[in-house]
């Protein structure tokens, strides 16, 4: 049996290899979880189908969304899940359909409304889940009580306005009375009165990341604009003097985002991450035509439709990938995807498991590495009873369809409007009287699959 002395020496001994050795556990633990990618969603608000350079703009600058492009996967029939914005952002976080996630139509803009239901899980819980330091950066829009706002529903840090748009300089919420302050950080209100809107987000998110380099972390940069207020910087408004209004004011917003995209870019460059950074790039649905942002601005290009719109100039948007170390560069892919894809394909992408009928949303990893067809035959929109929308194939089938651009274009005998989006992807035809069997057929269609709610 060891004498006291003969314990305490090696006892020192054990001290001396944790002393010696911990370090360098602690540096290869780090290491070890920096295999998982950091993930960056970049959501943008009421910005057009076309309205980048990348997706054919000729008059707007956008570089930095068009670097994304570059280095990563662009798609030209990608589809948010609501031509509105709480919806949208419902089916981006939890992989399902606006109505399965509880949100199908816009959270209310006052303190101590409900918006997207705790009980659903989002990619922030999820992620949180395996490691993931998680940020919510910018606009929230999906609940204004302390249990739906953004750090009760998955995310370490917040910081943004939870209703629909604030003012960019007072941050007040003017558009139905009384005019309120909505400026948040961490579930506590802040005043930074006059501050720029853009910047202090921008400088919000490089803290983030730079904060969390260390450690995979996932940010979620929800940027507030082309939405109304159309407010770009001097710099951008100079530039787009020329152009008539209100596309000038519209382009100003656009390239005052995609210069911000470009200073993300840079820190990621600066701490050497991006080469293991996912990042998504979306508009959350079509541009605005609404008498706040000038009656336009925005372009769906030769689509018909804009926000508010199942039309496909409401609903298909600007969206791009980008892993350099990882995906394929510089590739575009036309197979129809949807913003629920991007939950599931995060995960495969994380190496995650999860259950896949937890989503409605299907992993685009076979699209996006080796260019297989759609994972999705159909899918659907709901506006409510009265207005809905489904596509199957290339079929498309709108009830009670709006044209917010040209909305005497909508005839009494357009209430069930038949489209085929690849022979006429300006949906200027109503196939439905000559097509009534498809009609039927995405009647039923939609009927079963709303039956589910």
């Not at 260390?214 to 940027?223: G, K, N, T």
Request: aromatic share 12%; proline share 6%.
């Amino acid at each position: 049996m060891m004498n006291k002395a003969e314990r305490k020496s090696i006892f020192k001994g054990l001290v001396w290899v944790v002393i010696t050795f911990m370090p360098c556990l602690y540096v290869y633990g780090q290491q070890d979880a920096k295999v998982l990618p950091n993930v960056i969603i970049i959501y943008t608000d009421d910005q057009g189908t076309m309205d980048a350079n990348c997706y054919g703009s000729t008059d707007l600058y956008t570089p930095h969304m068009d670097h994304l492009a570059h280095t990563g996967v662009r798609f030209t029939q990608f589809y948010a899940a609501a031509p509105i914005c709480s919806p949208s952002r419902a089916a981006l976080l939890t992989g399902k359909t606006p109505l399965a996630a509880g949100l199908p139509g816009n959270s209310p803009s006052q303190k101590g409304k409900r918006g997207l239901p705790t009980e659903q899980v989002t990619i922030a819980e999820k992620l949180k889940e395996s490691g993931y330091a998680t940020g919510h950066i910018g606009k929230w829009h999906l609940g204004y009580t302390e249990e739906t706002m953004p750090n009760a529903q998955g995310f370490d840090y917040s910081f943004g306005h939870m209703g629909g748009c604030i003012d960019n300089y007072s941050h007040f919420f003017y558009w139905n009375g009384p005019n309120r302050h909505d400026l948040w950080e961490n579930n506590e209100e802040i005043w930074m009165d006059g501050e720029y809107f853009q910047d202090v987000i921008s400088n919000k998110a490089l803290r983030f990341i730079e904060e969390n380099k260390d450690v995979p972390f996932f940010l979620y940069y929800a940027i507030n604009l082309p939405h109304y207020p159309l407010q770009g910087t001097d710099k951008w408004r100079e530039y787009y003097k020329d152009l008539d209004s209100p596309r000038d004011k519209y382009a100003a917003s656009v390239s005052t985002v995609d210069e911000r995209i470009g200073i993300l870019l840079k820190k990621l460059d600066e701490l050497k991450l991006r080469n293991n950074t996912i990042i998504i790039f979306q508009s959350d649905h079509g541009h605005s035509v609404e008498e706040r942002t000038f009656g336009g601005g925005g372009s769906a290009g030769l689509y018909r439709g804009a926000k508010f719109s199942m039309f496909e100039g409401g609903i298909r948007v600007p969206a791009i990938i980008s892993w350099p170390k990882t995906i394929p560069q510089h590739e575009v892919r036309d197979q129809m995807a949807i913003n629920v894809d991007w939950f599931p394909t995060i995960l495969d992408m994380c190496d995650i498991e999860y259950p896949s009928e937890d989503f409605e949303g299907k992993s685009l990893c076979k699209v996006i590495y080796d260019n297989e067809p759609s994972r999705h035959n159909v899918f659907w929109w709901s506006g409510g009873k009265k207005s809905w929308a489904v596509r199957k194939g290339n079929w498309k089938l709108l009830k009670n369809p709006r044209d917010p651009v040209n909305p005497e274009s909508i005839q009494p005998s357009d209430s069930l409007f038949l489209s085929n989006v690849k022979d006429d992807p300006g949906e200027k035809t109503n196939f439905a009287k000559q097509y009534p069997e498809k009609v039927s057929e995405l009647v039923l269609a939609y009927e079963k699959w709303r039956k589910q709610y």
